[in-house]
């Protein structure tokens, strides 16, 4: 028995309407523990060969961890996965909420939906009982509104998954909403679910979980909740949730501004976690057991209009705020309202904006293309940008592609600021003075993303020669020497593993990497709830594995993979940050390569940054080598 | 006159310096800026974003006047 | 004893509903608490909490005197109690749910104080009478 787990993976054939429960394999749990190992290997499973990313075999995944859904701290976690339509490669997102636990309590470890349904359609589970429905009185509205809507007509009880339009337009930087705020939001997941004809997925679970010892894990689970609570960080951190870190960012200017030109931004204070506070906040909006919501639900007046969002998160207020240059909390918060309606990625879809606007002061892109003037700063001209994206409107459809592939059709020169890694846009942190993030950034399997490994603490801590040569304020404006690149792969490596365990465990990683609740709590937890002894180090090593899969899915499913797809964008070698703290800087080529070359040795990968028999046998994926070997 | 400050590092905070302990303790013998006060504790000031000092929420350029546990919070990942 | 609470400080997170089922029924399962949240979204952007407040109309109703009062604390008999769930109808908070999983008595709280205790957000409290 499988205690913790529910025990099943709910097959879903959108194109047949076949329902399909099958038993969750033991091996399965055993090897990958759950929600993105899961996802990683059910993909490398399942999905047949040559499949596009919005072609109907495209596989989607929902999927819990054994400890979602259960009694410990931020239990809440659901984490999403397809071959992706930004990069063609491997794609994950996470998202909070509710969504996970309802799904579990329904009777399921992980949701797949596969084909295309024949017209728009809702799936409804509904615990056992479960069936797609026409979508036709929801088509067409926006994921809020959508969300709104069927919290109607089902019942509150129901944990609501939606799509925008833009998901509906298959945007490849398309987002899935839940909980009226949160969000998957990264490798356009929602435009997969788009491609499927789904428009919404809604879960009522009324069951309940095993757990191998059931008085332990609620003596645990209990106690866990008062060691967080008592943990010095525990009322510091809740106020102002992510957008808690726009001051540091600015003052050691990591902050990107008009297109990652710049890395500072003068009116920060007017849109930082105080600014949200002060002018826009209502509650304080939290996941699933979670004891420090993050989550800023408040109202936000502009010209455009009045709109509720939760947020702006910090990479919300980082690609819509700093990159566009919207310089007020409301007009940040309204452009991520924008966002949610319509289902973008705000962080895609900010930098998707700013390359835009970037496009059009170089005259590569006109009025008449684009429909009206555009400028940084501009929040009439960001909501325009939004929407023709979304709608896929004129120019809008080449920018509904992200990035990468509207830069290859522009040309003239745009190529160099299309910010991104592998097709898939660049988050909220300016890197040319920071070594150890930018090989981050590289190596992140899904393309550019900060959440595997977050080491700008490490390139801050190596960018001065001695503590003494620093401002004692860490004001804005005091400039930066330059940070070593040396040794970077080991911290990078080493959160690569630690980060991404918890969406395998199917948690939240905060109250471990903000709060210093210990790891070994999380594994104590792990044997209550699964009968399974492992310690935090035996829980890193399963991570570790799920990483070189996710990295030989991509050299699985893109011809060409390897080292040429780790780099970035041209802007971060070619043109030195023009001021602000880090004035001067960047990273050269030669630069770029020794980080990957101490990277790849690092992960026992070839110099094309191909994983090798030898590594993929460390980590007991045997039978992944085999199978790659034999169709290569 | 003599202040002692207590400055406990966050798990995060001891990811970055791994080869810090969990507290030091600082003495001064004059109200100081908690920045200083890190200077002269060996941690780099920009590596902190955030000090919770005696349970409420403050900054580098604050001043430290009275005996203090000080919390000292590593910059993270937004989302 | 009964239960009160500040709306205002609720994050929605639910612990409470978690807690309130592995203390009384010891379940993993959040559909048998006896107390619920509301969330108020888009607008006005709030979390609501139904507690039970003991007030005694539940009481009041039972055809068979399935409900009774032991130190402030209304408690259903569940060998008395023939499911009628005329309770469930009448209870002002909507706090009393019908049972799920073959039972024959609904779930109504006992002020165990389970859920006050786990709250992260100083949201629930009890008060004497």
């Known amino acids: 028995m499988l205690f913790g787990y529910a025990g099943t993976i709910l097959c879903v054939d959108a194109g047949s309407g076949k329902i399909d429960k099958q038993p969750l394999p033991p091996s399965l749990a055993e090897r990958f523990i759950g929600g993105r190992g899961f996802v990683a290997k059910l993909l490398w499973d399942r999905l047949p060969p040559d499949t596009d990313a919005l072609a109907p075999e495209n596989v989607w995944l929902a999927a819990t961890g054994p400890l979602t859904g259960h009694l410990l701290p931020a239990s809440g976690k659901t984490h999403f996965g397809a071959k992706s339509p930004a990069t063609g490669g491997y794609a994950d997102s996470n998202m909070g909420g509710h969504f996970g636990p309802a799904l579990k309590y329904a009777g399921y470890d992980v949701l797949m939906i596969t084909g295309r349904a024949d017209a728009p359609s809702i799936l409804v589970i509904d615990n056992q009982s479960v069936a797609l429905r026409p979508a036709d009185a929801w088509w067409g509205t926006g994921a809020l509104t959508c969300e709104t809507a069927l919290k109607k007509e089902l019942g509150e009880d129901f944990q609501i998954l939606t799509i925008g339009p833009a998901g509906e337009k298959q945007v490849r930087f398309a987002c899935m909403s839940h909980d009226f705020g949160r969000q998957a939001g990264r490798t356009g997941l929602g435009a997969v679910l788009g491609s499927k004809n789904i428009k919404a997925i809604a879960v009522r679970g009324s069951g309940g979980l095993t757990a191998f010892d059931l008085e332990g894990v609620y003596q645990a689970g209990r106690q866990a909740f008062d060691k967080v609570k008592a943990k010095p960080g525990f009322a510091g951190w809740t106020p102002e949730g992510t957008a808690g870190i726009t001051n540091w960012v600015n003052e050691v200017g990591v902050f990107p501004t008009r297109n990652f030109k710049t890395s500072y931004a003068d009116f920060y204070k007017n849109i930082n976690g105080q600014a949200i506070l002060e002018h826009l906040k209502i509650t304080d909006k939290g996941c699933y057991c979670c004891p420090t919501p993050c989550g800023k639900y408040g109202k936000a007046k502009t010209v455009l209009g009045t709109v509720f969002v939760e947020g702006p998160e910090y990479e919300s207020i980082a690609l819509l705020g700093g990159n566009c240059l919207l310089s007020k909390i409301e007009e940040v918060a309204y452009a991520n309202w924008v966002c949610d309606e319509l289902g973008l990625d705000t962080i895609s879809a900010g930098a998707v904006a700013s390359w835009a606007i970037e496009c059009f002061e170089k005259g590569l892109l006109s009025q008449e293309q684009i429909g009206r003037d555009v400028a940084f700063g501009d929040l009439a001209a960001v909501a325009h940008l939004l929407e023709i994206m979304a709608a896929r409107k004129g120019i809008g459809d080449l920018l509904a592609e992200g990035v990468m592939r509207a830069a290859r059709q522009i040309g003239g020169g745009s190529e160099d600021f299309a910010i991104h890694v592998k097709g898939l846009e660049w988050t909220g942190y300016e890197c040319r003075n920071a070594p150890g993030m930018m090989l981050a950034y590289m190596t992140a399997d899904i393309g550019a993303h900060h959440n595997r490994a977050w080491v700008l603490g490490h390139d801050m801590a190596g960018s001065a020669a001695n503590v003494h040569d620093l401002v004692s304020a860490g004001g804005s404006g005091d400039k930066i020497g330059k940070a070593t690149i040396k040794d970077k792969e080991k911290p990078v490596i080493e959160l690569q593993h630690i980060r991404p365990l918890f969406d395998c465990l199917g948690i939240c990683r905060l109250q471990y990497m903000e709060l210093g609740f210990e790891g070994d709590n999380y594994a104590d937890l792990f044997q209550l709830i699964t009968g399974r002894s492992l310690t935090w180090q035996n829980l890193l090593a399963v991570s570790e594995r799920v990483w070189q899969l996710t990295r030989t899915f991509s050299v699985r499913e893109i011809a060409d993979f390897g080292r040429q797809y780790d780099y970035p964008p041209a802007r971060f070698s070619n043109e030195p940050v023009p001021s602000g703290p880090n004035e001067g800087h960047c990273l050269s080529r030669d630069e770029l390569d020794a980080l990957l070359d101490a990277y790849y040795a690092a992960r026992g990968w070839d110099k094309n940054g191909i994983p090798t028999a030898a590594a993929l046998e460390r980590v007991g994926l045997e039978d992944i080598s085999r199978e790659l070997a034999a169709c290569r | 006159m003599s202040i002692t400050i207590n400055l406990h590092l966050s798990g995060g905070l001891r990811a970055i310096l791994p080869d810090r302990p969990e507290c030091i303790t600082v003495t001064c013998d004059r109200p100081e800026l908690a920045g200083q006060i890190l200077i002269e504790a060996g941690i780099n000031p920009r590596v902190i974003m955030k000090l919770i000092v005696n349970g409420r929420v403050a900054d580098k350029s604050d001043i430290i006047d009275q005996d203090a546990e000080i919390y000292l919070i590593a910059p993270m990942a937004g989302g | ?129």
């Not at chain 3, 130190?71 to 499911?83: F, K, M, N, R, S």
């Not at chain 3, 469930?88 to 073959?102: H, K, Q, R, T």
């Open chain 3, 1 to 129: 004893m009964h239960l009160t609470a500040e709306h205002a400080k609720c994050s929605g997170c639910r612990a409470c509903l978690l807690v309130c089922a592995l203390e009384n029924f010891r379940e993993i399962n959040p559909a048998r608490a006896a107390l619920a949240i509301a969330g108020h979204f888009p607008s006005p952007g709030t979390f609501s909490i139904r507690v039970c407040d003991q007030c005694g109309a539940c009481a009041e109703v039972c055809p068979v005197e399935a409900i009774y009062l032991k130190d402030d604390v209304y408690l259903i008999d569940a060998q008395e109690c023939t499911g009628c769930l005329t309770c469930v109808d009448v209870c002002p908070n909507e706090v009393l749910f019908p049972p799920i999983n073959g039972d024959d008595c609904p779930v109504k709280c006992t002020s165990c104080g389970a859920c006050v205790s786990i709250c992260p957000r100083d949201a629930l409290h009890l008060e004497g009478d």
